[in-house]
Structure formats: structure tokens, C-alpha cells
């Protein structure tokens, strides 16, 4: 859930060992709150979540892997494509008033660079963006320090400011485009530790910089208004239902028998529909069919933030849980039955030597039991 999501700087492992009660101490409120009176559960279905995206979930896996391996993302180097920015601005070109996003394949980009006289080697300074339908990863790369005029005219695009270009950008390209500008600019304001003042060093695919002085590592996040201001990475949380069982995980650090709903912070660029669809795609290999926001709750480990709560459907015909291992220790389905059960327990259940730890929820103060509480009233009702 927060293992490898986790998106803050310093003391990460604050948040991995967090317990519940740990949250309460913090805490003694829910922090329940609508947006615009959303106590009706305003349902949210975008095209993005309904569409047919059979290869989702390995696409998913394979960007995770990209991640967290180096010499993985040095291959997919060599076969990826490619947008550049100058300045941060992004190369678009223009059809019929729309700009659309200039990607670059990996042989063309070294072609044009090799025909202006720089070194091929710049590539590496890439960042993954994301992958695309064919599975292709795809990369930003900052190119100020080149000459634009001649990128400009071998690459057959223009360099256009973003602010100038957001609202002529076609739909579905827009989000890509805007989120190589904001990891180019946050690789750019954060090349020295905040502690230490030491300079940080990257990994490949740049989602992650290390103080190897401090042993720091520093996330791509998202801000509040002010950079001034203390950084946010906003959590999601959401309750999987195959239509009348839901879906918990637990992580290792969890007091014995504690299982929740799935949950991990949003990456950059990312809404907050697609930030559950993919936690759900990477904890358990399922995709999200429709999603339903809940409420939210203030989240204050490892720094302060705030919890957003939806509810999620699958298809009940393709329930398999595959767990990634290296996020959770467990996941599986449980009946009304169970769940009601689990419900009434009001604090954490005595364990007798030699028996199985018994099965219960987080308390009533955590979102999670919101999430299990209104879904078994859900139940309830349909059971009648």
C-alpha cells in the first residue's frame, strides 16, 4: 500500500510502520468531510476507468519495474520514444489549431542529435513518463542548454510555453505533456539535500533522487499553492467489490489479523481516479470498472497530508488476485458475513498462544472502517 508509493522526502520509514493506532494518536477526529454536500456519493465513471484496457495491468507492472530497476529502464532507453522541452517548454506541432505532443523514437532522436553536433549520451538524462498502448515507455528530456532553432528544424515541431499552449493541446495528450514539464521542473529545484546541502543524485528513470550523505531519498510530489508552503503527496484509499464481496490487504507491519482497504499516495501528474486505478492494477492485478467517491480524512504520516475515499466495483467475473509481494503481505476477498463480523469488533482481539490471529478492521475513527461500514450497509439493503 505505502511501501513503494510512498511519495515524501525523508523518513520513509515512518510511514511503513505506522500503525492505526499510531494514526489515533495523532488524531482523535475522522476528518469526514463533502465536497459539496458529497455525502450522496457522487459517482464518478470517466471513459479512462470504463474503457476496454485489457494489457492495463502488465503496462502497469511493466512501469514499475522501469521504476525500480536501472538497468531495465536503460533498455527501454534504447527502444522508447521521446519529448523534449526546452526551457520546459514542451516541442509540439500544429494540425488544424491543436497542438499535439512531438514524440521522438529513440534511433530519430540520436539522429538529430548526432546532425547538431551533440553527444547521444544526453538520452540517459531522460525521465519515464509513462507507457503507451503498445507497451512503448515513453520519456521527457530537458534540452534548454541545445540549440532550439536547430531542434526546432530537425525535428519539424516548435518549443511553445505550456501556458500558452495548455488549452489548444489535444484531450487525451494533455496530461502527458504537463507531466514531463512538472518532473523536469522538480528534478531541476531539487538538486541539492534540504538537510545537508549535499548535491542529490537521480536514478535512471528518475523517479527518485538520493542523498547519499544524508541517506534522504526525495519523491516527485505534489504541492500545495505555495512552493513555500509545505508539499503534499494526497493518499487514496479505496474499497474493492466484486458486486457482493470486498477486497483487503494487509501489509507486514499491521498488528496480527488487520486487514484494510487498498491505499497509496499519488504520483505526480496523476488524478485521483487514476491513482486508484493503478494502485488497485499494481497491489492486486485487478482493473477498476467504476469508482465512487466517500469522504477524506487528514493522513498525517510521515508529513502532513489528507486521505481521499472512494468505493470501486470490478468485474465479478474477473476477481483472480494476483498480490505484488513487495507491497502487501496478503490480499483476498470477504463475505457480508465476514465483514459484518469483523465490524463488531471494537478493539484489536486478544491473541491466545497457538491460535490464528483473529480477523478485524481498522476502529472507527480510520476512513477505512467508513468505507466497510457503508458498504456493508449497502449490502444489507440489497439483501432484503
Not at 450497509?377 to 432484503?384: I, P
Amino acid at each position: 500500500m505505502f511501501k513503494r508509493t510512498a511519495r515524501w522526502s525523508g523518513e520513509r520509514q515512518n510511514c511503513k510502520t505506522a500503525s492505526i493506532f499510531e494514526l489515533a494518536a495523532y488524531m482523535n477526529m475522522r476528518g469526514r468531510f463533502s465536497w459539496v454536500s458529497l455525502k450522496l456519493l457522487h459517482s464518478i465513471k470517466s471513459p479512462e476507468l470504463s474503457r476496454s484496457c485489457s494489457g492495463y495491468v502488465s503496462r502497469v507492472r511493466y512501469l514499475m519495474r522501469l521504476k525500480e530497476d536501472d538497468e531495465a529502464c536503460r533498455e527501454a532507453l534504447k527502444s522508447g520514444s521521446f519529448l523534449l522541452y526546452n526551457n520546459l517548454a514542451p516541442l509540439l506541432k500544429s494540425n488544424s489549431n491543436i497542438y499535439q505532443p512531438a514524440f521522438l523514437k529513440a534511433s530519430d532522436l540520436e539522429n538529430i542529435l548526432k546532425k547538431i553536433g551533440r553527444d547521444k549520451n544526453i538520452v540517459s538524462e531522460s525521465v519515464l513518463l509513462g507507457c503507451n498502448e503498445n507497451g512503448e515507455a515513453q520519456f521527457s528530456l530537458e534540452v534548454g542548454d541545445l540549440d532550439r532553432s536547430a531542434l526546432e528544424q530537425q525535428c519539424g515541431g516548435v518549443f511553445v510555453d505550456l501556458t500558452k499552449a495548455f488549452f489548444m493541446l489535444s484531450g487525451p495528450e494533455a496530461p502527458i505533456v504537463t507531466k514531463g514539464q512538472a518532473l523536469i521542473r522538480w528534478h531541476l529545484t531539487n538538486g541539492f539535500c534540504s538537510a545537508t546541502g549535499q548535491p542529490t543524485v537521480r536514478n535512471q528513470s528518475g523517479s527518485h533522487r538520493i542523498c547519499h550523505s544524508s541517506g534522504i531519498t526525495y519523491y516527485p510530489k505534489v504541492s500545495n499553492r505555495s512552493s513555500v508552503r509545505q508539499q503534499m503527496s494526497p493518499v487514496v484509499i479505496v474499497l474493492v467489490s466484486d458486486g457482493s464481496r470486498c477486497l483487503l490487504g494487509r501489509q507486514a507491519t499491521f498488528p496480527p489479523g488487520l486487514y484494510s482497504a487498498l491505499a497509496g499516495f499519488c504520483d505526480m501528474g496523476e488524478t485521483v481516479e487514476e491513482a486508484l486505478r493503478r494502485e488497485v492494477a499494481e497491489e492486486v492485478g485487478l482493473e477498476v470498472e467504476t469508482l465512487q467517491f466517500s469522504g477524506s480524512q487528514h493522513w498525517p504520516f510521515p508529513q502532513s497530508s489528507f486521505m481521499v475515499a472512494c468505493h470501486a466495483t470490478v468485474n465479478p467475473n474477473k476477481t483472480q488476485v494476483s498480490v505484488d509481494k513487495a507491497e502487501l503481505e496478503d490480499a483476498k476477498w470477504f463475505t457480508f458475513k465476514e465483514m459484518t463480523e469483523a465490524l463488531q469488533i471494537k478493539k484489536p482481539p486478544r491473541i491466545s498462544k497457538g491460535e490464528s490471529p483473529a480477523f478485524w478492521v481498522p476502529p472507527s475513527f480510520a476512513i477505512a472502517n467508513q468505507l466497510i461500514q457503508e458498504w456493508a450497509n449497502q449490502q444489507q439493503l440489497t439483501r432484503k
